[in-house]
């Protein structure tokens, strides 16, 4: 049983900056990754980046490559995505996900979902 609750979401002009959280409860995992999805209106759900947990190795959609960084706070049960350089094209909800196990590829298999958060970047 885990919980994930997303923040951090908002209105931002192209180019500025913004960083997701996403809290942890309820029962974690000995081993588990972590990711951060999107979706906007019409369009699937797409992989954004994902995090193992313990290890902190780290996976990138090239869509985001260069701009966004995945990170967690194992302290705090929080994971984060800083967003830099946004683009109207990241214009999407956001959700952070779980899972067990270590496994690639990481852009799938996830089974906890959050709420999502919007994030809106404005041109």
């Known amino acids: 049983q885990v919980q994930l609750v997303e923040s951090g979401g908002g209105l931002v002009q192209a180019g500025g900056s913004l960083r997701l959280s996403c809290a942890i409860s309820?029962?974690?995992?000995?081993?588990?990754?972590m990711g951060w999805f999107r979706q906007a209106p019409g369009k699937e759900r797409e992989f954004v980046t994902a995090?193992?947990?313990?290890?902190?190795?780290?996976y990138y959609a090239d869509s985001v490559k260069g701009r966004f960084t995945i990170s967690r706070d194992s302290a705090k049960n929080t994971m984060y995505l800083q967003m830099n350089s946004l683009k109207p094209e990241d214009t999407a909800v956001y959700y952070c996900?779980?899972?067990?196990?270590?496994?690639?590829?990481?852009?799938?298999?996830?089974?906890?979902w959050g709420q999502g958060t919007q994030v809106t970047v404005s041109s």
């Open positions: 996900a779980a899972r067990r196990g270590y496994y690639a590829p990481y852009d799938r298999g996830y089974d906890y």
């Open positions: 309820g029962r974690t995992f000995s081993s588990y990754a």
């Open positions: 995090i193992t947990w313990t290890g902190g190795g780290t």
